[in-house]
Protein backbone atom coordinates (compact mmCIF):
# COMPACT_ATOMS: atom_id res chain seq x y z
CA UNK A 1 0.00 0.00 0.00
CA UNK A 2 0.86 3.48 -0.91
CA UNK A 3 0.75 6.69 0.95
CA UNK A 4 -2.08 7.96 -1.39
CA UNK A 5 -4.11 4.80 -0.84
CA UNK A 6 -4.09 5.28 2.94
CA UNK A 7 -6.80 7.31 4.12
CA UNK A 8 -6.51 10.37 6.62
CA UNK A 9 -3.59 8.82 8.36
CA UNK A 10 -0.78 11.62 7.33
CA UNK A 11 -0.30 12.93 11.11
CA UNK A 12 0.81 9.12 12.07
CA UNK A 13 2.68 8.94 9.52
CA UNK A 14 4.78 11.82 10.36
CA UNK A 15 4.34 10.96 14.14
CA UNK A 16 6.65 7.93 12.58
CA UNK A 17 9.35 9.80 10.32
CA UNK A 18 9.65 12.11 13.41
CA UNK A 19 10.75 9.63 15.50
CA UNK A 20 13.44 7.51 13.27
CA UNK A 21 15.74 7.62 16.32
CA UNK A 22 13.54 6.08 18.85
CA UNK A 23 14.98 2.68 19.95
CA UNK A 24 10.59 1.03 19.98
CA UNK A 25 7.99 2.56 18.51
CA UNK A 26 4.39 1.17 19.31
CA UNK A 27 1.57 1.33 16.89
CA UNK A 28 -1.49 0.19 19.33
CA UNK A 29 -5.20 0.38 17.95
CA UNK A 30 -8.97 -2.10 17.89
CA UNK A 31 -8.55 -4.69 15.34
CA UNK A 32 -8.70 -3.47 11.77
CA UNK A 33 -7.91 0.28 12.19
CA UNK A 34 -5.15 -0.05 10.29
CA UNK A 35 -2.04 -0.84 12.31
CA UNK A 36 -0.27 -3.00 9.70
CA UNK A 37 -0.84 -0.11 6.74
CA UNK A 38 0.03 2.38 8.66
CA UNK A 39 3.83 0.40 9.38
CA UNK A 40 4.04 -0.62 6.32
CA UNK A 41 3.34 2.22 3.95
CA UNK A 42 5.82 4.39 6.08
CA UNK A 43 8.87 1.32 5.76
CA UNK A 44 7.95 1.81 2.29
CA UNK A 45 9.11 5.24 2.27
CA UNK A 46 12.16 5.20 4.72
CA UNK A 47 15.68 3.82 3.06
CA UNK A 48 16.33 1.33 6.10
CA UNK A 49 16.22 -2.37 5.60
CA UNK A 50 13.37 -3.71 7.28
CA UNK A 51 11.48 -7.34 8.16
CA UNK A 52 8.30 -7.83 9.92
CA UNK A 53 7.70 -10.72 11.90
CA UNK A 54 4.34 -11.66 12.58
CA UNK A 55 4.59 -13.25 15.85
CA UNK A 56 1.23 -14.56 16.65
CA UNK A 57 1.99 -18.09 15.73
CA UNK A 58 4.55 -18.54 19.02
CA UNK A 59 2.72 -20.28 21.48
CA UNK A 60 3.14 -19.39 25.26
CA UNK A 61 6.57 -19.98 26.99
CA UNK A 62 7.96 -20.60 23.03
CA UNK A 63 11.69 -21.07 23.46
CA UNK A 64 14.37 -19.52 21.18
CA UNK A 65 13.89 -21.80 18.48
CA UNK A 66 10.47 -20.71 17.46
CA UNK A 67 11.25 -17.50 17.80
CA UNK A 68 14.90 -17.84 15.41
CA UNK A 69 12.66 -20.25 12.99
CA UNK A 70 10.33 -17.21 12.71
CA UNK A 71 13.10 -14.98 12.26
CA UNK A 72 14.91 -16.71 9.79
CA UNK A 73 11.79 -16.88 7.64
CA UNK A 74 11.35 -13.23 7.64
CA UNK A 75 15.11 -12.57 6.80
CA UNK A 76 14.91 -15.68 4.09
CA UNK A 77 11.60 -13.69 2.25
CA UNK A 78 13.64 -10.21 2.42
CA UNK A 79 17.14 -12.00 1.31
CA UNK A 80 16.79 -9.85 -2.22
CA UNK A 81 16.13 -6.65 -0.99
CA UNK A 82 18.71 -6.88 2.09
CA UNK A 83 21.51 -8.06 0.33
CA UNK A 84 24.38 -5.33 -0.53
N1 LIG B 1 -6.45 4.66 6.57
C1 LIG B 1 -6.85 3.67 5.73
N2 LIG B 1 -7.15 3.95 4.44
C2 LIG B 1 -7.56 2.98 3.61
N3 LIG B 1 -7.71 1.69 3.97
C3 LIG B 1 -7.43 1.35 5.23
C4 LIG B 1 -6.98 2.33 6.19
N4 LIG B 1 -6.79 1.72 7.37
C5 LIG B 1 -7.08 0.43 7.17
N5 LIG B 1 -7.48 0.20 5.89
C6 LIG B 1 -7.89 -1.09 5.35
O1 LIG B 1 -8.56 -1.78 6.40
C7 LIG B 1 -8.15 -3.13 6.47
C8 LIG B 1 -7.51 -3.42 7.82
O2 LIG B 1 -6.28 -2.71 7.91
P1 LIG B 1 -5.00 -3.32 8.65
O3 LIG B 1 -4.85 -4.76 8.33
O4 LIG B 1 -3.87 -2.40 8.36
O5 LIG B 1 -5.46 -3.15 10.17
P2 LIG B 1 -4.76 -3.69 11.49
O6 LIG B 1 -5.03 -2.66 12.54
O7 LIG B 1 -3.35 -4.07 11.24
O8 LIG B 1 -5.64 -4.99 11.77
P3 LIG B 1 -5.31 -6.19 12.81
O9 LIG B 1 -5.67 -5.68 14.17
O10 LIG B 1 -6.23 -7.27 12.35
O11 LIG B 1 -3.84 -6.54 12.67
C9 LIG B 1 -7.20 -3.34 5.29
O12 LIG B 1 -7.94 -3.88 4.21
C10 LIG B 1 -6.70 -1.96 4.96
O13 LIG B 1 -6.38 -1.85 3.61
MG1 LIG C 1 -2.30 -5.85 11.58
Known amino acids: M ?3 DLFDREQELEDLHNN ?9 GVRRIGKSSI ?12 IVLDLRALRNN ?18 ESLSI
Do not use: H
Not at 20 to 28: A, E, F, H, K, Y
Not at 62 to 79: M, T
Open 2 to 4: KRE
Open 20 to 28: LDVPILVIT
Open 39 to 50: LNVFLNEISYPS
Open 62 to 79: YGLKEFYEILSQGICSKL
